[in-house]
């Protein structure tokens, strides 16, 4: 069957170039703050066929100068003829593509086909294996359109006001919009994520002021659940563009807050899973490292696609020469290369790592370089240091740093292993650096990990000892006094942003304390969604009232209501309840182990290769049904073999 | 004066993409067969400025974003706004940019001003100084589009045939066409160099067959001295597109023919100086580094423009990572890196040397890394040699790409020492090669050099020996067999090409063998106007007749019949019999050593920074006037200080 074809990384590349100029801004266009790359111009496709004989047909984007033959003494040259007819037998195929507009890519059918068993090649002799997409399997859908799905959707309130109409959608949505029935203007359009901000002129992030063609205005699709129009006779049609993604996971438990904020993820965790994982819907709609690591734990809960996560991870490797951090964030390098090997055991995936192998490496050297004399890295001029918004000490080299760049280097050598490439002596090197992070940074008399040794201030986060207690291999010992000292230390500041709620709740899972899981959802996300969240927050304080939950960055309305970070309880409740995990390689062992935590309890399904586990826990029993061998059930200290298809049932101890 | 500034190179990069991939090859547009590189998509620029306050206006192609402070707690984000208010003080201005379908560049004006002083980052913190052109100085004369002059030209014959009209324009021009009058069509237009080009409906380069609209059929630009439309009622309008340069070189001499081949030598040449210097107009119109590195010399005594050159040299670098050869080709990449040096010489440009020198460095250390233990670089797979196109030994490492090699090297240890940059020992390694070849090419009893030694064959070419002779820095005993040996010997097979003819003039008259560069041009370009001729062909065999002329690479139309590497002529006589030579940097120093060769008399100009030298000899005397100091004139062994804007008179020996 033939599908569209490109050198391997160019459609990621290209999306990821369009993705990121689209940004809109207080009524501009705002271009990405980091660095782009741009798909090559020219590249030649390649493959050696044998038919017997007939007529092949060539569709491209781009122009296209074909030569069949591999030899010059036996080439012929075809120019740009799309319709070629080949003599029977064994020849090579070369079809040279052209492309300065979108990215060189062409689809072949007829006598051959083109497939992922073609080879590419941006005119340095640097044959690689092509990159295609179940999505690209027709000549007429082509690849510089990523083809979104549309259904429409309608407001369910509309008010005129201050001269124009506000539609109330009722819920978060991302939807191209078409008014009519407008006057000669200029109109007046604003998306809001709030009430507030939709009526708010000055601040309201997505607006425009246009003047509509024979009454017709219309935008391509922006986030809002509320849309003022300055014009009283103004008609709407909205329709909501989504990727077709499928629910494969679920959770349904005896708590109806903890289920409306499973749900509320999943919408959330939806609108930002598109070319890309996107961190938020309405203001960057941009494709952040970190962000999307913890996507790809969510998504693994939820639509378990692996596409999704593939074009991600090869859109952020960017391109060569590699002169700047991803996302020009220091921790989001590391966080991509963890990302890679994350991804190959969950989908074994070793074509992938020996397609992004050389990006990998290039980002890894580019680290390496950047060590300092005693191993650490600190931020250089321009680089950017994130680890969490939080009153940490950023002196100096930060024990968060090194506990990822280890782990980014223990990675990369896993990978090498995996390809049978020599990883250069990183594995030891990961090793050495921890020993270095406990001897610089482990406070002997505290018994856990601080911010920076430099300042002498001896500072103790969450953020450090989190990242420690699950990057850093340490053993039980320590993670206990991290956990007792630390997570469960009411004095050590407290997370507040969703993103590191991700860690610092696995931590509490991990550690045992079973209901604190629960008590989190319910009380954040559970008082989020009651100041009327119809999808979840960028960040969210709930000592805060009213519009203070829209402002952010200094502007009232710029805070992301719609933010992919904040759907980790998907990840949470199927991984620690449901307690579905991946043990090997590719599900081809893994573990289940049902903890009712806080819960009575639940019924769920969590995607595996090839089907799903189905886990479901009421206060007598246990019952799994796997789709797939390989699993191992452990209830109450007992280990059950899972059989592929056939139900396993385990009465609970009474006291749990 | 505000002009548009873009990051340094880019505006080449962006040009450079769009004239490869602007070829038409029978029917079809045709992909270049090198590879290209993109423009960044996105930028930031940069400036410190004082001002007394005022407003500020920004142009740009693509979506800004602007900030105005130095540093993040003073910084006020104006996002896309294009009029800013500055208050009185020292500030930053910061103009983010991105653009994906063109290239970022801006032009400020107001109370500040883009120029050459602002620096740009390509989002990687990799500030340099920014790219102008004179060129773009206004706000309106946007870069994306290259501004060449236009002027109407018109037909000077039509004739009725074949149910359509030929038109003959007289000589080869280059222009956009519109033919209107046409019926409903499809409607065969063809461009030839030759009549019977144009008729060919098969073998025509350029043609199209396209469907009026209202009659009307437009195209932009191509090469034709003839046109065929297969329409009886056909009208044409036609204007020459041209970058307007100065002549400033002339050469008037007693003899017919040699004047004529230096008229259509300087209008074979402007038509091929565009964007870049182009090796022909009508086939590949695509920028190759050793047709370009002859241009080089063309255009210094022809048009004495640096930019063009400039434009030429910073497009063919490319960009990084460098994985192939400049043009594919190992020769050519060698030419790039020796043109860099001349270049420097002739404009004293430091400035160029400091922009260019990480390219250059990445240009050389791939071919460093393709050296095989020897020292010597042999074709690599994918790589191609050039030299010529003769009946060459090209078995293993060749003479001629070592002579090349160590001039590489050479001429990268000279820029090094210009900037003040280590050269990495590459002055010692040119001379050790260069004793490698004496070592290994140079055979003792032959007295000259052998293509390859590794075939055994031990064959002899003027290629490699021409090459010895020029860029070998032989001593004089080696040259005076060289030129005895080899030039001078009838049984060592011709040059054929005007490519290495152009190597060959130069020894001629480096040798002193003072009559065989007008032979030459009176043989062999005197008989290829004789053909009809209006422009100089990419090759030419004088035994050939009729359309043999016109065939080449196996098809009867695919010779480019107006190929820049025929115009060597100008440098030659401008350098041999004008005599005027840059010896120093940017002509500090030069020598005027006017030689009658096998001319009467003679009277011309050569351009030099800042004017022009006049040089006049007739039977009795010698006239050099100079603009500008710093000549020596070389008269029967006599030498003379030349002074700024007076006339030297010499009277010549009766005996010469």
Redesign the interface.
Known sequence: MSQWIWRYGEFECYHN??L??RRQ??????????????????VCFKKEVTTEGGVFRIHAL????VIVGAEPWNQKKY???REIKLEPGTTTVLI???N??TFPCIYVDGVIESDDTWLCD?????WKKVGTSEMFASSDQTPDHFPFSYLPVSWVKKEKVEGGVLFDFGKETFARTCFSGLGEGPVKVRFGESREEAMDAKWCVIRFEDKPEKGVLSYIPYAFRYLFVSDENVEVKAEYEYLPLEYKGSFHCSEEIINKVWDVAAYTFHLNSREFFLDGIKRDRWVWSADAYQSLFVNRYLFFDKEIEKRTLIALGGK??F??HIN?IMDYSFFWIISLYEYYKTYGDKDFLEQIQDQMKAVMDFCLERRDEDGFMRGK??DWVFIDWAPMDKTGALCGEQILFAKAMECYAAICAVIGRDDRGLGGEAEKLRKQIFEKFYDTEKKVFIDSYESGKRNVTRQSNILAYLFLGCDDTVKKDIYERVVLNDEVPQITTPYFKFYENQVHCKAGNTNLLEKSIREYYGSMLATGATTLYEEYDPTMTGVEHYAMYGNPFEKSLCHAWSASPIYLLGNFRLGVENTGIAYDTFDVRPNPGDLKGFQGKVPVPGGTVSVSVDQEEIRVYSEIPGGTLYVDGKTYTLEAKKECRVRRKSDV
Chains 1, 2 share one sequence.
């Open positions: 170039m369009i990121h100029t801004q207080y009524g501009y266009p705002e271009p990405v703050v980091w660095k782009l790359y741009a798909p090559e111009p020219v781009g122009n296209i100068s120019g740009g003829q040279r593509v052209a300065t507009e941006d005119m340095s002799q640097d060569q020469p002169k700047v020009t001029p321009g």
